[in-house]
């Protein structure tokens, strides 16, 4: 199923999967498709998470602690796709474990439990042939990270090759909140598109890294498709109980898109 925004702009939400449980990430991803997230992010909790700020970071720490594998993350994929035919699913990796896993099988494996795309986040375009390959043979949409630090030649391979959407990073550096976007977002964004535009894909542009609030949203919403959230969420889990999270994620989600002058009554 192509991934897709119904809502403007879009939202992708991000978890790590496993954290606090995975009984736990199943209710929490039922709960923000329910409260209007458009695509969930299953991260796949990794030992040595290099682009993820401390929250996410301890996150992993606490799913790989209570045994959470590639193949856990899998099967839970496949319970959240029958639950939510009509979600956005995206298995989200480092390389190292899908390597571990077989890159065969697990292009197989994520298409038989009905991910729509995957985010190898340390996979460079440049490199990605054989994975591309994998993809595009089971019908997996590629995701690639675009940073402002791209040169145009990698942004240009990057549209050319990604499906479902392309993952632009607002800032240089980990993930984690901030207090305001930065001007490269926008830019990053613009720069995009003169190749998702040009050559009549359209593909959309989703801007993640820092996004904690109503107001990241409905900026991110002048320049770019959707808003991809993620470490607010993880670290309103880790201060959540397993009971709460869930009704916890959902309020927080459908604030979101509240405006910014509901926020501030």
């Known amino acids: 199923m192509p991934i897709r925004f119904d809502h403007k702009p879009g939202l992708v939400v991000y978890l ?59 099967a839970l994929a496949r319970d959240l796709r029958a639950a939510r035919p009509a979600a956005g699913l995206v298995m989200f990796s480092y390389l190292n474990p899908i390597l571990r896993y077989g890159l065969g099988r697990f292009a197989d494996d994520a298409a038989s439990a009905g991910a729509d795309g995957v985010l190898a986040t340390d996979l460079i375009v440049e490199e990605a042939a054989e994975y591309l390959a994998e993809m595009n043979r089971v019908h997996l949409a590629p995701i690639f990270l675009a940073a402002p630090t791209s040169p145009d030649e990698r942004l240009q391979a990057i549209a050319a090759h990604s499906k479902g959407f392309v993952y632009a990073i607002s800032r240089t550096g980990i993930t984690g909140k901030q207090q305001n976007l930065t001007a490269d977002a926008a830019a990053l964004a613009a720069r995009i598109r003169r190749w998702t535009r040009s050559d009549g894909k359209g593909l959309p542009v989703a801007v993640g890294f820092g996004i904690s609030n109503a107001d990241h949203v409905a900026q991110v919403a002048e320049f770019a498709d959707a808003a991809v959230v993620g470490s607010s969420i993880v670290e309103l889990i880790e201060r959540s109980t397993p009971e709460t999270a869930a009704g916890a994620v959902a309020r927080f989600i459908k604030g979101l898109r509240a405006p910014a002058s509901a926020l501030a009554r």
């Open 16 to 74: 790590t999967a496993g954290d606090p449980s995975l009984e736990a990430t199943r209710e929490i991803a039922l709960a923000a498709v329910d409260a209007g997230a458009d695509v969930i992010e299953l991260g796949v909790p990794f030992s040595d998470p290099l682009a993820d700020g401390p929250i996410i970071q301890r996150a992993s720490e606490r799913a790989l602690a209570r045994g959470t594998r590639l193949k856990d993350v899998l």
